[in-house]
């Protein structure tokens, strides 16, 4: 490596005085970082890796690749309702390039101001591309949002609208036809490498949902976490799916797998009960972001799409029973994309 690993360190990663956000008693440049948590609070950890080939094209942009290294990190404090604090990285370089580097750091960095979350320390080695990020954040405690608090007649619901990262990543495959225009490809791109971590939204569900998660898999996939940790079953109603503009224009089929199956969009999905309604609106349309009932819990097990009735099945059973369909474990046996329909 033409510059040492210590110099890299001092000057992509660590903040010059006076500048990002400064919670640790000793941050990055010791053998640890040392911080105090504050009393009353609950620290949430979280770690993931983004793997070159795996995770992302050796073609991205890497600010976008910063931005996004750490954003699937701060989603997961998002679904737990946590503040984030800070976070250390962990970077694996094949070789050292300055000018990706600088890149890389700023799209890291600006987003860890934007959350006020600081870059407390790491380790740098050469190798494969990878860049593994370990978060943590503070809760008050008790009050975390889990994946086993739903309870049966929870209201489902979900934020933004997933779908977009599937769109962009199948037409990086070209898989669609008709393809994508530019306008669709250049936003869709957007959703799928710059993702927007649900930072705000998660804090204030706090007392509002009984459970929550981050929709990295897939809906159907990560409703069935919460399903199964707070041992409910699901109706969901198609026509309730909230739509991109993007996706639109495809073919039902497409709609739904993207949707259902997408994953990579890092929206919530959460449960409430239907007393917290009114006041789930009213956060919604604080934080600018649409916020969509999709459905609802039951007590008996397994998921059920119906083609539409959420409001009309508010207070009991779907009235279209007969055209309810129970959505199989595996939704790739839907998949429009794999079975190359
Ligand atoms: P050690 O050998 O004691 O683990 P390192 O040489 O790995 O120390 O790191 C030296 C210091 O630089 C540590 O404080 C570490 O947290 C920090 N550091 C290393 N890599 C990074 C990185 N990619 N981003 C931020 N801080 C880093
Ligand atoms: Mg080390």
Request: hydrophobic share 45%.
């Amino acid at each position: 490596m033409s510059l040492g690993e210590f110099d890299l360190i001092a000057r992509y990663f660590q903040r010059p005085a006076g500048t990002g956000p400064r919670r640790a008693i000793v941050g990055n440049g010791d053998d640890c970082a040392i911080i105090a948590p504050a009393a009353g609070m609950q620290l949430a950890l979280s770690t993931d890796t983004l793997v070159e080939g795996r995770h992302f094209l050796s073609t991205v942009n890497p600010a976008r690749l910063g931005h996004k290294a750490l954003a699937v990190n701060l989603s997961d404090l998002a679904a737990c309702g946590a503040r984030p604090l800070g976070f250390t990285l962990a970077l694996t370089l094949p070789r050292v390039d300055e000018a990706w580097l600088a890149d890389f750091a700023r799209g890291l960095l600006d987003l860890a101001d934007e959350h006020d979350c600081e870059l407390v320390g790491g380790d740098t080695t050469a190798g494969p591309l990878a860049i593994g990020i370990t978060v943590f954040g503070e809760v008050p405690s008790g009050q975390a949002l889990l994946r086993g608090g739903a309870r049966a007649g929870d209201d489902i619901w979900l934020s933004g609208h997933p779908g977009e990262a599937r769109l962009a990543l199948e037409a990086f495959r070209g898989n669609l036809h008709p393809p994508l225009g530019s306008e669709a490809f250049e936003a869709c791109r957007m959703a799928m490498e710059c993702p927007d971590p649900r930072v705000a939204l998660g804090e204030g569900l706090r007392g509002l949902a009984s459970a929550a998660i981050d929709v990295s898999d897939g809906l159907l996939g990560d409703l069935g976490h919460i399903l199964q940790r707070s041992r409910v079953g699901a109706d969901l109603f198609a026509d309730a799916l909230p739509c991109s503009p993007w996706l639109l224009p495809r073919s039902r089929a497409e709609q739904l797998d993207c949707i259902l199956a997408g994953g990579d969009d890092y929206e919530l999905l959460f449960t409430a009960p239907p007393a917290h309604r009114a006041a789930i609106g009213v956060l919604g349309a604080s934080l600018g972001l649409p916020l969509t009932r999709i459905g609802r819990t039951r007590a008996e097990p397994g998921r059920t799409i119906w083609p539409s009735g959420l409001d009309a099945a508010a207070d009991g059973a779907p009235t279209d029973a007969g055209r309810g369909q129970p959505l199989p474990d595996r939704w790739a046996s839907f998949d429009h994309f794999k079975a190359g329909a």
